[in-house]
């Protein structure tokens, strides 16, 4: 339902040996977490799923771009955030 939405920035659906990191190590004590945007339908379906930027887009624009997609969808009871870390 999403995909038309967020397919530029996001790969919604994975091959079988494809799969999503919740973070990665730098060093022993250092980890980096991906940019996740956590959509949540009809108060009861709720995911998170990591995106990236394309094209040298800086992490605002990207924000900017899935939001305004998302707001003009008209898909009824649909939030979202995102964040980042």
């Keep these: 339902m999403l995909e038309e939405y967020l ?6 659906e994975l091959n079988p040996n494809e799969g999503y ?3 990665y190590y730098v060093s022993a ?3 980096l977490k ?4 956590s959509i949540t339908l009809n108060g009861k379906w709720k995911t998170d799923i990591p995106f990236g930027t394309k094209d040298n887009m ?6 900017n771009i ?3 997609r998302l707001n003009s969808s008209g ?11």
């Excluded at 800086?58 to 924000?63: A, G, K, L, M, R």
Aim: hydrophobic share 40%; net charge positive; proline share 6%.
């Design 7 to 12: 397919l530029d920035f996001i790969k919604v």
């Design 21 to 23: 990191i919740d973070k």
């Design 66 to 68: 899935i939001t305004q």
């Design 58 to 63: 800086s992490y605002t624009e990207v924000v």
């Design 34 to 37: 991906p940019s996740k945007i």
């Design 29 to 31: 004590r250092t980890t």
């Design 75 to 85: 898909i009824p009871k649909l939030k979202f955030s995102f964040s980042m870390s």
